[in-house]
């Protein structure tokens, strides 16, 4: 028996120095990768059609970078799937409208249809209806292009820019990134402009029959009595549109521009995301801006900024946005859970560059319902002020608290009335709109993305509700309590959480299960403990976690290729929020992450586990598998060493 007690005791100290020194490497591997003024950055990649966009708006200018193109076709080409198109997220299935971009920015690179890459994308788009059956959105670069009639994308007149508040559609009714693409978008819509395409280039191989003889480009997505309206009301003004008077016309676009120009966002672009800011480009050059004008220089360099960095051996490709304050939000959250002291100053470097771009002086689109608010988030990225995260807030004000809750409390008192006044009517929180929930909107012909709107999710209420929560607020506050109840009813019939900005049930119900653990819920209530048996179900032989962008489609919902290292630390520190930390298979998760960590300090991760649009626009974040693991093995380490059952901080 004195001999079992030894062994074991020999065989828990390995294990504790195994962990020690995986984190410590994981902590050298995450502060090498910090700048010199206390930021983080890592890439973010989407898919084929970020990068396709790019090589076209070069085509629509006739200002080609041939390297640049040269770099960015050879990434499109190796992400080509074995289908023989182009999926929306690593492993994923055929995308018809993503593989149209890619096909088409490939030949305007100049790849011959007749190469084998080249036949094979083009027989599977063809084998799912052609490029006449894709979204709206690449209909709309078609008929930029050319290769599609405009009568094939649905009627947006920019006269709606016109249209008061009170009205059925308006601006402010659809979501910040829709709102920063469409607006732009309306311009050249009215303009109708023809991309310069200097080689000429024709996809008319894409086509099951000739585009200008295709009739039925615009059909009711939803399948419901509002897409039918909208769809009469669609073919309504495409009779009416060449009526409308053209001093009205002209007063749109100036509305427009005004509107844009209000919010160009110097060289960080208009909403900081790279449709929008193409949009803009596009929209400049058709109005005949000097090319030295310094909004359409602004705007160009925004786009350019979104490149990643050509290095040796490795693809170039643009990236969607740029992510500073969420990285570096999470990057500190990870590096304080290992408690090193040594790093504190390190921290503080990283905690003051979040903390100089607090928005307090910028009332924003958001500020339209909630103008007696006073403005107090951050953005998503370096400069984005009209439009401030919900998400990041939380996240910023959580470690700002975490760090120094003395030296930076007037900032997170900032930040935290702003996310209090931004509560939507549920009791929930979206990322950047309160009560955007106009859903009959979804059924409009330009909404067959499925991303026109704003509404309350999950994954950000619980990061509110853990904000509100680790400042003291708890079950008695009643907006908290109202946001507890929102989280209650949003649980799904097996027990997790829909996530909605992260891949995907994983990622809600850990957001949850953290927010109810420190806001004082009783963890071992019935709901919880099927969340849990649930997170259990989902393990893997190999001791982690892993999902599938597919599980966004219901009959997919279960689809797991391969586990991945940040929904593994997901699932670990969820389990670990219901107090849970000695279960077999937190340890086996603890274990899977040791046992894939890369010589550097860090874990490879292939896999999207982000989304911007479920079904739509998926995210591999490059700095996921870097910080939320050492955040996890270091909060096991912690509540081993110190006996506790569960987390005291929200997230």
């Avoid at 844009?260 to 596009?282: C, Q, S, W």
């Avoid at 962008?549 to 940040?566: H, I």
Wanted: net charge neutral; glycine share 8%.
């Amino acid at each position: 028996m004195h001999g079992q007690q030894n062994n074991h005791q020999v065989r828990y100290t390995k294990f504790d120095i195994q962990l020690d020194q995986v984190i410590n490497k994981a902590r050298h591997y995450l502060k090498q990768k910090q700048h010199s003024d206390g930021h983080w950055l890592y890439e973010l990649e989407a898919d084929a059609t970020i990068p396709a966009e790019y090589i076209m708006l070069e085509h629509f200018l006739d200002e080609i970078d041939q390297e640049t193109e040269k770099r960015l076709a050879n990434y499109l080409r190796n992400i080509q799937g074995m289908h023989g198109g182009w999926p929306l997220f690593y492993g994923g299935d055929f995308d018809l409208s993503a593989s149209v971009k890619a096909y088409l920015a490939l030949r305007l690179v100049g790849d011959d249809p007749n190469e084998a890459h080249m036949k094979k994308a083009r027989l599977a788009i063809l084998e799912h209806g052609g490029a006449a059956s894709s979204n709206v959105f690449t209909r709309i670069a078609l008929a930029i292009f050319g290769q599609v009639p405009w009568r094939a994308v649905p009627s947006m007149p920019v006269e709606v820019i016109l249209l008061p508040r009170w009205f059925p559609f308006h601006i402010s009714k659809i979501a910040y990134w829709s709102r920063t693409v469409v607006v732009p978008l309306l311009v050249l819509m009215a303009l109708k402009p023809r991309a310069r395409n200097p080689r000429r280039v024709k996809i008319d191989e894409l086509f099951l029959q000739a585009p200008h003889k295709h009739k039925k480009y615009l059909t009711n997505v939803t399948g419901s009595w509002w897409g039918s309206f909208f769809l009469f009301i669609d073919k309504c003004l495409k009779i009416v549109e060449p009526f409308f008077p053209k001093i009205l016309r002209k007063k749109a676009i100036n509305k427009c521009i005004k509107w844009i120009t209000e919010r160009l966002n110097g060289e960080d672009g208009l909403g900081a995301i790279f449709p929008a800011m193409a949009n803009v480009v596009m929209m400049m050059d058709q109005l005949d801006y000097p090319k030295n004008h310094p909004d359409f220089v602004n705007a160009k360099e925004a786009v350019l900024k979104l490149l990643t960095i050509p290095e040796e051996g490795k693809d170039q490709y643009c990236q969607p946005c740029l992510s500073p304050v969420w990285d570096t939000g999470l990057a500190l959250h990870a590096l304080a859970e290992t408690g090193e002291v040594s790093d504190y100053n390190l921290m503080l470097k990283g905690a003051d560059w979040l903390k100089d771009r607090q928005i307090t002086d910028l009332y924003g689109d958001w500020s339209l319902k909630r103008p007696h608010v006073k403005p107090g988030g951050w953005a998503f990225q370096y400069n984005n002020p009209h439009y401030p995260d919900v998400d990041d807030t939380a996240v910023v004000a959580m470690i700002l608290n975490r760090l120094d809750s003395k030296l930076y409390h007037p900032v997170v008192e900032r930040a935290k009335d702003w996310i209090l006044g931004m509560q939507s009517k549920n009791g929930g929180w979206g990322a950047f709109d309160i009560d955007n929930t106009y859903y009959y909107l979804n059924n409009i012909p330009f909404a067959d993305h499925g991303a026109l709107l704003d509404p309350p999710t999950v994954d950000v209420s619980a990061r509110c509700v853990s904000m509100l929560a680790q400042l003291g607020y708890g079950l008695k506050d009643k907006k908290v309590r109202k946001a507890v109840e929102y989280l209650k009813s949003e649980q799904e019939e097996d027990g997790s959480w829909f996530g909605r900005w992260g891949t995907n049930y994983i990622y809600g119900t850990w957001s949850v299960l953290c927010a109810l653990n420190i806001v004082g819920e009783d963890m071992n209530k019935p709901y919880i403990k099927k969340s849990v048996a649930w997170l259990l179900s989902r393990q893997n032989e190999d001791g982690g976690w892993g999902e599938d962008g597919g599980t966004y489609w219901l009959e997919k919902r279960f689809v797991c290729k391969a586990s991945t290292a940040s929904q593994t630390a997901w699932a670990v520190m969820a389990l670990m929020a219901c107090g849970h930390v000695d279960y077999p298979e937190v340890i086996k998760g603890i274990n899977y992450l040791i046992r894939n960590q890369t010589p550097e300090g860090g874990w490879e991760e292939k896999w999207f586990t982000a989304v911007g649009f479920p079904r739509v626009f998926y995210l591999r974040y490059h700095g996921y598998s870097q910080y939320f693991p050492l955040w996890a093995l270091a909060r096991y380490r912690t509540l081993q060493k110190t006996n506790s059952k569960k987390p005291m901080y929200g997230m």
